[in-house]
């Protein structure tokens, strides 16, 4: 588990390998991550889009960009806690993620960045 406080928002990271949804044979494998924000700060905010920049190990780097996470825009009042859990296809066993949100004070109207802490993904015979 990975955790990071950005601006008043902490993300935290915990990553699982999808072994239903890989196919090792075939370079396919997938993993699942669940991602934990909580609002620290004395006002609420809302995120408003995502960036991701991928790793696979097999030496292809990807990123990833879009509005929201997993087709919302939550809003987090002082102290609320979002969770959501996403995943990530890779085409060797392991690679990497890490990146940013862009988020929104809802007071203020200011915008401001809030880091993903980096957070490897390892199938767990790779360890053996």
């Known amino acids: 588990m990975h955790s990071l406080i ?3 928002v902490e993300i935290t990271v915990e ?3 999808q072994p239903d949804f890989s ?3 075939h370079n396919e494998y997938m993993f699942a991550y669940r991602i934990t924000l909580e ?3 004395p006002f609420p905010v809302q995120l ?4 991701w920049d991928i790793f696979d190990s097999n030496g292809e780097y990807r990123e990833v960009d879009g509005d929201g996470v997993v087709g919302q825009q939550p809003v987090l009042n002082p ?3 979002f969770r959501y859990v996403s995943g990530c296809n890779l085409q060797s066993d392991m690679g990497k993620m890490w990146g940013h949100y862009e988020m929104i004070n809802l007071l203020s109207q200011q915008s401001f960045e809030v ?5 490897d993904m390892l199938a767990p015979f790779k360890g053996n």
């Not at 408003?48 to 960036?51: A, D, E, F, K, Y």
């Not at 880091?115 to 957070?119: D, G, K, M, S, T």
């Open 79 to 81: 102290g609320e806690v």
């Open 115 to 119: 880091e993903i802490p980096a957070f």
């Open 39 to 41: 609002n620290h700060n």
């Open 48 to 51: 408003l889009r995502r960036h």
């Open 15 to 17: 990553t699982y390998y």
């Open 6 to 8: 950005t601006q008043g």
């Open 23 to 25: 196919n090792p044979t």
